[in-house]
């Protein structure tokens, strides 16, 4: 094209800066670039800091250490970290297998919903009677399926009528999210998910055998859904690598028209993995109303926008998504713990920083997929 | 109908008026972003952004109409972020957006709290010129009974974003320009192999949606009485509903003044619904039955049906820009 271009003006002069698609980076420059992301971000970070009178250096410090320093009960730190990695990692996990079919699941908030608020119905049901195991693998399951179900709606509309699922996926987050506003506000006899002694309408806390087990070690107590979550993400890792349904996946994320012509049932394949990926979302949101005991209308904590970001950062790969969300979830938990020793600085700091380093990622990643070719002896092309 | 019931039932299609007119602000934005071919899911960021810097910049010199321009200026630099990221960097629209509404309400968060706990946080009450271009009325017109109260009493925002709808309209549907901007949402390749600019066009129409979304935000932050809230965004919400209406008005920028009263009829209902219902026992006696979420979900299930409704008659809305969402790299021609 370019040629042709240049036989018929021959006078047209090559341009200055040319830019052409490349493979990939090698992952050492990869990390890298990320590197310098987030450094850059943090130097902004650093000068809006200083110019609210903060000392950014001692924010970081409490930020970094997840507020672990110079505190009386240091594990209390790591046990509010793993209740904000967990959930994280999960759906980053999950929704990273819609994304590898390039279905834009962005209802991960939706989803999370949908299984904690199942979760906390089948709670009080059942939570008082049976046995604690039962309590628990029946919240699990029941808020996973109810969520896989949830999820569905969007990818059997897209694969039947080709509706947006990116849309789609949004309004759904909102009608969830009304939903369960709905159950935390409305006091009546049949809503049992309501604390029955309190005049105003509050969401009751579970019954112990509701609760998310721990393994004590000293006075720090390990959270069994953080074993749970390593386990999901090996299975997942071990699905995607060595499985046929990983292969088809694959397939239909490069191409949907090779994946037909290959005889792949593509339809059935978008079907099942975003019932897969909303299945481990909602199995995210049980799992967190079961660690904090109760309900809440603002359950999510955003892990689903979250999500959808490490997923991004991690190029969809399993392994990357573990250091990204452990890293991500450092950054927000050290944010609430260092933005509760200064007034003037709130928790949604660090919105501001992940959007810096996610732009300056975003800005980066131009580097790794195209190549820049400044061409300094322009030389006018007669060929 | 006694006097009472007639009050409240004009007080009522009053705020439907006020309540929803930031979200055509966001609508027409978001349309002219996409009809260029950018899906932009910032929405919310941009109006955070745009709403708290034209509210502070607007505040420190006492002008409203310095604080449009903040507004818009601001929202054009969200756009100008966005567009660089995705026009010339080629990143993912999605992602971006997303990042964008991140960002714009991390970015509101830490400039509000930053002057509200060190008590610099510009109260609205405090400053004359705003207040009064807030209240001005239509002289006369606002007089006439009933009429005036429904059609001339508004502040000049309102009258604003009809007019920005209007323009907007006539802009995509008669000029060359229009005609080129939607070309390019519809085909890159071929508005380009045209001899159209089309990274400029996309620049330019990015920054300009982004812009009204930024006047959008710094009225809903008027509306609300400049108040600063630890908690919630003065936006809330409402930048995803703009999106969801952009569909529903079938990315017509003069059915979007429709659309908004429509979702806004149903988010005033949710306040007005007790009103209503002691005003009118007889025939809305029932909707103080109806929980207030119900209302506030409508919208979104109603956009869902839409679009459900529009990918079963298989028929595509023909206003919607196909290339939307979709990077343009010149090569891949």
């Known amino acids: 094209m370019n040629k042709t271009a240049a036989n018929t003006h021959s006078h047209v002069k090559e341009p200055l800066i040319r830019i052409v698609k490349r493979d990939g980076l090698k992952l050492s420059k990869l990390v890298l670039v990320y590197v310098g992301a987030i450094l850059l971000a943090m130097i902004i970070g650093c000068i809006l800091l200083a110019s609210m009178g903060v000392n950014p250096f001692k924010f970081y410090e409490k930020m970094l250490t997840i507020g672990v320093v110079g505190n009386a009960f240091p594990y209390k730190c790591f046990e509010g970290y793993i ?20 279905f834009w699941n962005v209802g991960g908030e939706g989803q999370f919903i949908v299984g904690a608020l199942v979760a906390g119905w089948i709670s009080a049901i059942i939570g008082e009677s049976a046995p604690s195991f039962l309590v628990l693998i029946l919240m699990s399951l029941g808020g996973a399926i109810a969520a896989g179900f949830y999820g569905s709606i969007a990818s059997v509309l897209k694969v039947k009528f080709g509706t947006n699922e990116t849309l789609m996926t949004l309004m759904l987050n909102y009608i969830a999210l009304y939903l369960i506003m709905f159950f935390g506000e409305t006091k009546a006899d049949w809503n049992i ?11 009751k806390t579970f019954f112990e055998n509701a609760w998310m087990p ?12 953080l074993i749970i979550a390593f386990v999901i993400t090996a299975l997942i890792f071990v699905y995607l690598k060595k499985t046929k349904q990983g292969y088809e996946l694959s397939v239909v994320g490069d191409s949907i028209s090779t994946a037909n012509y290959a005889g792949m049932k593509t339809g059935r394949i978008i079907i099942r993995t975003v019932f897969i990926s909303a299945f481990l979302i909602g199995l995210a949101g049980a799992f967190y109303v079961s660690t904090a005991h109760s309900l809440s209308t603002s359950v999510t ?48 700091f660090a919105d501001l920083l992940q959007g810096i380093i996610l732009f300056s990622v975003l800005a980066c990643d131009f580097l790794t997929r195209f190549k820049v070719i400044i061409n300094l002896k322009r030389r006018k092309s007669h060929e | 109908m006694n006097n009472e019931a007639l009050g409240i039932f004009i007080n009522f299609l009053f705020s439907i008026v006020v309540y929803s007119i930031p979200l055509l602000y966001g609508t027409v934005g978001e349309i002219i972003t996409e009809k260029s071919g950018s899906l932009n899911l910032g929405v919310e960021g941009t109006m955070a952004i745009g709403g708290v810097a034209g509210y502070i910049i607007g505040c420190s010199t006492n002008s409203v109409t310095v604080g449009i321009l903040a507004a818009m200026l601001f929202g054009a630099l969200c756009g100008l972020v966005f567009s660089f990221l995705t026009v010339t960097l080629q990143a993912n629209q999605n992602v971006t957006g997303l990042t964008m509404t991140t960002f714009g309400l991390g970015v509101y968060f830490f400039i509000g709290n930053g002057l509200a706990s060190s008590g610099k946080w510009p109260i609205m009450t405090e400053h004359s010129a705003i207040i009064n271009s807030w209240e001005a009325k239509i002289p006369f017109l606002s007089n006439i009974p ?56 996309k620049y ?8 009204i979304m930024g006047i959008g935000g710094l009225y809903m932050g008027l509306n609300l009485g400049g108040s600063f809230e630890g908690s919630t965004c003065w936006i809330n919400g409402y930048g995803w509903i703009a999106i969801a209406l952009v569909i529903f008005a079938g990315w017509n920028t003069a059915y979007a003044i429709l659309g908004t009263l429509v979702f806004g009829f149903f988010n005033t209902l949710q306040v007005y619904n007790t009103d209503l219902a002691y005003a009118f026992p007889n025939v809305l006696g029932w909707l103080s039955k109806i929980p207030p979420h119900l209302f506030k979900a409508l919208p979104f299930i109603i956009t869902a049906i839409v ?6 008659r298989k028929k595509k809305n023909p206003n919607e820009p196909s290339a939307c969402g979709i990077n343009y790299y010149r090569e891949d021609r």
């Open chain 1, 83 to 102: 209740k904000l990695f967990t959930p994280l990692l999960i759906v980053s996990v999950a929704l990273s297998l819609a994304f590898r079919m390039k």
């Open chain 1, 193 to 203: 998910l309501l604390n029955e002694d309190s005049a105003r309408p509050i969401f």
């Open chain 1, 214 to 225: 721990v393994i004590k070690i000293g006075s720090f107590s390990l959270n069994i859904s």
């Open chain 1, 301 to 348: 904590n955003d892990v689903g926008w979250t999500g959808v970001i490490v997923a991004w950062l991690s190029k969809l790969n399993t392994l990357a998504i573990v250091v990204t969300s452990a890293l991500i979830s450092i950054l927000r938990y050290g944010c609430t713990q260092a933005a509760a020793e200064f007034a003037s600085v709130d928790s949604h």
């Open chain 2, 146 to 201: 009933i009429i005036g109260k429904i059609l001339f009493s508004y502040n000049i925002f309102v009258y604003l974003a009809v007019i920005i709808a209007i323009v907007a309209y006539l802009y995509m549907k008669y000029t060359k320009m229009g005609l080129k901007m939607r070309a390019i949402g519809e085909n890159p390749a071929a508005a380009d192999s045209l001899g159209v600019n089309v990274i400029a066009y």
């Open chain 2, 204 to 211: 330019i129409h990015i920054m300009l949606g982004s812009a």
């Open chain 2, 307 to 312: 679009l459900v409704a529009a990918s079963i």
